[in-house]
């Protein structure tokens, strides 16, 4: 089945300020190299059949490449992002107005919410991370807007800040993740709700591994998750790796650069 993503073009990408403990201001970025390894991860998309619609990006929002935090997308109704931190708050208007643009209803959010790096649809499910940058409030806010159970799970380590770092939605039924990202609570939640999930090790996690986008069957994944990228084999996905080590220098991958277009 075909997918809609967006996306946003790194073209005004750097690391001028730290709020996860993936950035450091000292570490300098190659833009050109960003947006080539962007380029080929749209093409990759494109390649596998999917539509890709692209988000202008605003000067002087550098994090604007990881769309994934412009909202969350669902039955043609999206609840909106308000940032947690100052820097990104710039960008929740604006994506709120693209989705309009695009012809989806948007919730203005009251809470803080951060798209889909903290919102990921499996199935009839919504789970939704909190800890760092999502409010609780806001899955409550999440659940009214787009009609659908949401499962909070609280994320307790600083380098998976966002859901979207620690777990990965396979398929409507499917999910891998890394334990020690979640609270006992969670981790509590997620072996009831996914018995069979693919648990990632902390090698594998520790490079972005979970920051992956499936559309049931390829699984687009950092290159370097060479571990899981197996495990995806032998459980019958296709892996499909691309290298995006630049944008990891702002603390994101494969799917903090895709937001999900659903219905
Ligand atoms: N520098 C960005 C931030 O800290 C990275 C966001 C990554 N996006 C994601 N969906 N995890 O907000």
């Known amino acids: 089945m075909p997918r809609r993503y967006a996306m946003c073009r790194p073209e005004h990408f750097e690391v001028r300020y730290a709020i996860n403990p993936w950035m450091d201001v000292r570490v300098p970025v190659d833009r050109d190299l960003a947006v080539a390894q962007w380029e080929e991860l749209r093409r990759t998309y494109l390649d596998l059949g999917h539509e890709v619609d692209l988000v202008p990006p605003l000067p002087g929002q550098p994090d604007m490449v990881f769309a994934a935090n412009g909202g969350v997308v669902l039955g043609g109704r999206a609840l909106g992002a308000r940032f947690a931190h100052p820097e990104r ?25 951060e798209g889909e790096g903290d919102f990921l649809v499996v199935g009839d499910r919504v789970l939704a991370g909190t800890g760092y940058r999502t409010a ?3 899955h409550e806010e999440a659940a009214r807007v787009l009609g659908a159970e949401v499962v909070g799970l609280r994320l307790v380590d600083p380098r998976y800040y966002h859901l979207d770092t620690a777990l990965a939605v396979l398929a409507d039924d499917d999910v891998a993740y890394v334990p020690s990202a979640f609270d006992d609570e969670g981790r509590a939640v997620l072996a009831r709700l996914f018995p069979g999930a693919l648990l990632v090790d902390e090698d594998d996690a520790a490079v972005l591994a979970l920051n992956a986008v499936s559309d049931g069957l390829h699984v687009v994944l950092p290159a370097a998750a060479r571990r899981t990228a197996d495990a995806l084999a032998a459980r019958g996905y296709v892996p499909v790796p691309v290298d995006l080590s630049e944008l990891l220098k702002g603390g994101g991958s494969v799917k903090c650069c895709t937001l999900e277009l659903r219905g």
């Open 89 to 113: 708050a710039a960008e929740g208007p604006a994506f709120a107005a693209w989705l309009r643009s695009r012809g989806v209803d948007v919730h203005d959010p009251e809470h803080v919410g």
């Open 136 to 138: 609780p409030a806001a």
